[in-house]
C-alpha cells in the first residue's frame, strides 16, 4: 500500500477531514465514527442537518459495526459498485439524523478499499456545498471549501456520477436516485 494513503487514512481516523475522491465523484469525507468530524462536516458543507450521511466501507463485514446485516442477494447484485444501499439502522443519531437510516456503499475501486481499511468506514457525501454541482477538480471543491478542509487528494478530473441510491427500508428495493 502506497505510504501516503496510509498516512492520509490515518489521519481521517483521527478526526481530519478531506476531499478524496472516491469511486463516483470528489467526496468530502470524515470518519463516520467520529461525531465531532462529522459536525464539522455538516457544517464545512453546509449540508441540511436533518439529511443523513451515506458510509462508503470497506467490506461488508463492516457493516457488522453499525449492527446492520443486508440480504446476501441484495448485496452480491449491487456490490462492489456504484449504488448505495439505504437501510434501517437504530443507533449513531449523528449520522442518520432521527430519520432511523442510512445509506452504505462498498466501492470496487482497489485503492479506495485500500484506503477505507486504514481509515476505516467513511462519511463521503459529493463534494460540494449543499445544492451545488459536485466537484470534479481538487480546484472546484478548493473554491467551495478553501482552507477548512485538512488535506485534498488530487487524482486530476473525476467524469463519474454521483452513486444510485436504493432503499431496502420497506423490505423490498426501491430506487431512490437513478
Known sequence: MNKEIKLLGKEIKNGKIAVIPTDTIYGIVCSAFNKKSVERLYEIRKRNLKKPMIILISSIKDLSLFSVKIDKKITNKYWPGKVS???????????HRGKKSLA???PKNRSLIEFLKVSGPLVAPSANIEGGKPAKTIEEAKKYFTDKIDFYLDRGTLKGEPSKIISLEKGEVEV???
Do not use: A, H, N
Open 85 to 95: 444501499i439505504i437501510v434501517s439502522v437504530e443507533r449513531f443519531d449523528y449520522l
Open 104 to 106: 452504505f456503499r462498498l
Open 176 to 178: 431512490v436516485r437513478k
